[in-house]
Every structure is written in C-alpha cells, then in structure tokens.
C-alpha cells in the first residue's frame, strides 16, 4: 500500500501546480473541472500527487494549522538531492528553515505557496 494523493483547498491551482513543477520536478497528472464548480490541479510524479482544488469563491485563512483540528501542519517531500532543490527554494524567494539531520535522514522546512508549509527530506 502507498498513500496515492492528498487533496487540499488553494486560491489558484494553476499557479501552485507549476510552483511545485518548478521546485520538485513533478508534471501535471490531470486537470479539469471539479465540485461546486471548482478547479482542480492534479500535480506529483508516477507514484502520487497533491489534488489542488479550488471552489472559485473567497476563502478563510487559519491562523495556525498546528492547532486547529484536522489542519494541514506540512507536505513531506522526498528529494534525490537536497541540496539541489534547497537551491531552487531559495532561488524562487522562499527561505529555508528548520534544518536537521537525524536518521533516517536530512531535511529542511520552508513556506511555500499559499503559505503551506514544505518539509524536503533526502535519504541518500
């Protein structure tokens, strides 16, 4: 069993989707209309991706996912190189965080588009 996407509620799909083409190399699985009628971005590699929807009306922000029930507190991604993709954060205007490196291996955080929280982890 593998976790196959998780689905979650931006301003503008199609602007995050190639912000996260652009950092982590992923492609476009699939793109179309959605419920209530919304938008949806399917973006990620073979194996998964982030279904990014939008319902095209204004949206509430939470003040802080880390304690609001059911929140999304970060998008775990794992990278080939790092350093590589530390470098591409950094060069698109988003500023790392958090570094650490305990097993099983090293990662950093940063805030990504729409104010999501990334952690980017290497195992090699």
Known sequence: MHLEHVNITVNDPKDMAQILMDLFDWKIRWEGSAKDNGYTVHVGDDDGYLALYSPRKDLKSLESSYVTQAGL????????????????????????????????????????????????????
Not at 76 to 88: F, L, Q, S, Y
Not at 91 to 105: I, K, L, Q, V
């Open 73 to 124: 507190n970060h998008i775990g991604v794992v990278v080939p190189d790092i350093k590589a993709t530390e470098a591409r954060v950094v060069n698109s205007g988003y500023t790392p965080h958090n570094h650490a490196d305990y097993e099983p291996g090293v990662r950093f955080y940063f805030d990504g588009p729409e104010g999501i929280e990334f952690e980017v982890v290497s195992y090699a």
